[in-house]
């Protein structure tokens, strides 16, 4: 694209950029549902066999190579472990909910 | 598998489960990538045009589609909407830092 090359219409810009963030936003709901049917799972395992529902070293390791990952997808890594933390958050809720009732 | 198939050993079957836990965090951090990129596009041109930085009438579009995605999905509709809240409270904090400097 040359220099002189009109820039798009702000509004038919901002449509294009707004149907790739839906796009975006429907596999991250869906890689969601798929992590927490994995969640799920070592829930009832952690209930079954009356394991912690939180592991500190484990949720270490996880936050490390978040981080690392966000760094090479030029993501902020701050974000990527505030991400994290607000999922095990709700994870951590469910696994609590099913060792009551283990 | 019959009934009487023994269950996998509840440790190696937690580590299968956390590998694949680790696989799904790696596709949402570049899928987070992608996103910031394109809502930082999207900040970009708004600043450029003196377009606002928050949009309620698209906050509530994107909320009612995701609660609909996170339903086909089996992911709880209240947990898709506050996940995508924790999104757009950090672009908006993104898009306020641009529109400080335009």
């Known amino acids: 694209m040359s220099a002189e090359a009109p820039a ?12 790739s963030i839906d796009n975006i936003d429907a596999a991250i ?18 209930a079954a066999n009356a394991m912690p529902p939180a592991d500190k070293s484990r949720e270490a390791q996880q936050i490390e190579r978040l981080r690392q990952l ?5 993501l902020d890594p701050d ?15 469910h696994h609590e909910k099913l060792q009551g009732r283990a």
Chains 1, 2 share one sequence.
Do not use: Q, S
């Not at 709901?29 to 952690?46: D, I, N």
């Not at 966000?70 to 030029?74: F, L």
């Not at 974000?79 to 933390?85: I, P, R, T, Y």
């Open 70 to 74: 966000a760094r090479a997808a030029e």
């Open 79 to 93: 974000f990527a472990e505030k991400f994290l933390n607000f999922i095990v958050t709700e994870v951590i809720r």
């Open 8 to 19: 798009p219409a702000p509004v038919a810009e901002l449509a294009r950029l707004r149907a």
């Open 29 to 46: 709901v869906y890689m969601l549902a798929e992590r927490f049917k994995a969640t799920k799972a070592v829930g009832e395992l952690k």
